[in-house]
């Protein structure tokens, strides 16, 4: 099997808490049952409206939150009721882009201790290796290493993005989740942000989970895309395959909400508009919890909650209609 | 009178401890009346300094230190204060980026929708809850009676920004000034706003300025566009001629740098290098020309003059003058 990363059924409930006891009253459903592997080498794109639970899926699978359920799987070993102590060996092959690289640096560390400090926990080598390492990891991800002893705040958008790139790389992992890494940033810079990601995924066969709100952009640096309602995954297939011939009507929504950068095409196009907004997360409709605001429902809709079908070719959906 | 709005010469300056920051150099642009123009550019180029200066919003240390803004034919650059609080929210509406913090936490929503009404159109609070009621249902708010004694809190992101352009068009403003209104929402919501918006406008005929950096949305919304950078205007033009003919590199560059969704190959991105310039210290001739790729040494020395072309395409670029590059080497 040539799967990195696993995640099976995977629940991330994050309780809310009244009174002075802290008596649960209820739970925000922010990952519900989620499945999906990634192989080595390969970028899964996780897409989805704000508050769909993806960052949500991200943080768990790294196990930056505890899971609620399921199962995490990392190179075919469950990880997921692993210690922090045991974490710490898989959490080098695993690192994290964070979206704001405005608040992800911190602002009192030189550019090479910010470098440096993933080194120093994860003790690789030893500190004339170290200068060396931060002064070729500058290199490769396009800044100066004469930079190295400037602070962030000297830097604009996208060369902290570089940074934050740069400190992710230090230990050299495998598998690195991206939460949305250029949404911050200009729109000139975001395709140098974009190909880097994509010259270091080739050079060092690295695997992504991209998470991100741009589908173009997602479109574009993804094998396979997943898109996500409301905790739940709707929709996965290859990613040419999802913009070409989507299924599921929040998907076909979703797709057609997209502005295009043309605007005889964009004059052509045929929007489909949703009604209202994503429901919140605590008080999720019953069954399909998109079916308030999609127009095929049926009875069965209301009732009962859809599990993913493979309807061939590596393309899953969880509809009723189908 | 068919420009709304005339904008010559506008130099605006902040006054910083590190500094004079030119945020705007001499800008030349104007709106047509009913017609909508997208501004588009990148962080610090100058788009939002220019709608503020425009309903002079600029701070205390932000100054207009030359040029003319007709409003109406009117000149707004040396009015008081008094004056421009009678065009703010009655003939110029404004919509700001981010509708989490453009609405008042403490205030309900009904309060603040009044508010304008009340000031500009004289209105009684009886008579100005009314029209708040027709302006929620109109930008799709369901049970618009019971949610004007809502916070903004007991909104959502669409919702606060539908709330926003209900303030914004309650007193029928001539001219719309948008800034990055759909940037902080999703696709989904960001779709419906801009149907809005456009709704909105052949309703009223109110003249649109939209300021954005997502190609698409202007693709979608604008007649016209204008291309800034480096506090100043690159090319200008319309949509069409824009996207399918665009002059001056920073244009093409833009365009170049979006993936197309449409394409089943693969293609790499081709993006700007470099990074947008500073300000403080704005380089000596084009502003573009450490990131262009066809610099010349002119380009080093000398801002170029807007060119015209026939179809009314304006660009600012030494490579568009012949006499420039049948002499210039490229560096």
Known sequence: MGDLVRVENLKKYFPIRKGILGKKINYVKAVDNVSFSIKSGETLGLVGESGCGKTTTGRTVIKLYEPTEGKIYYEDKDITNLTNREMMSIRRKMQMIFQDPYASLNPRMTVSDIIRESMVVHKMYNENERREKIKELLDIVGLNSEQANRYPHEFSGGQRQRVGIARALAVEPKFIICDEPISALDVSIQAQIINTLEDLQKKYNLTYLFIAHDLSMVKHIS??????????????????????????????????????????????????????????????????KFHPRCKYKKKICTEEQPVLKDLGNNHKIACHLF | MDNILEVTNLHTSFYTMAGEVKAVNGLDFSVRKGSTLGIVGESGSGKSVTMLSIVKLLGTNGKIKEGSILFNGEDVVDKKEDYMQTLRGNKIGMIFQDPMTSLNPVLTVGYQICESLIKH???????????????????????????????????????????????AVSCNPQLLIADEPTTALDVTIQAQILDLMKRLQSELDTSIIIITHDLGVVADIADEIMVMYGGNMVEKGSTRDIFYNPKHPYTKGLLRSVPNPDKLIKEKLIPIDGQPPDLLNLPKGCPFSPRCPNTMKICLMKNPDLMEFENGQKARCWLLNKEARAKGKVI
């Open chain 2, 121 to 167: 159109k004289n209105m009684s609070r009886r008579q100005a809850e009314k029209k708040a009621v027709e302006l929620l249902s109109e930008v799709g708010i369901p049970d618009p009676k019971n949610r004007l004694n809502n916070y903004p809190h007991e909104f959502s992101g669409g919702m606060r920004q539908r709330v926003m352009i209900a303030i």
């Open chain 1, 223 to 288: 094998n396979k895309i997943a898109v996500m309602y409301l905790g739940n995954m709707v929709e996965v297939a290859e990613s040419n395959e999802l913009y070409m011939n989507p299924q599921h009507p929040y998907t076909k929504a979703l797709l057609s909400a997209i502005p295009i950068p043309d605007p005889d095409k964009s004059k052509k196009k045929k929007r489909i508009m949703l009604e209202g907004e994503v429901p919140s997360p605590i008080k999720p409709p019953r069954g399909c």
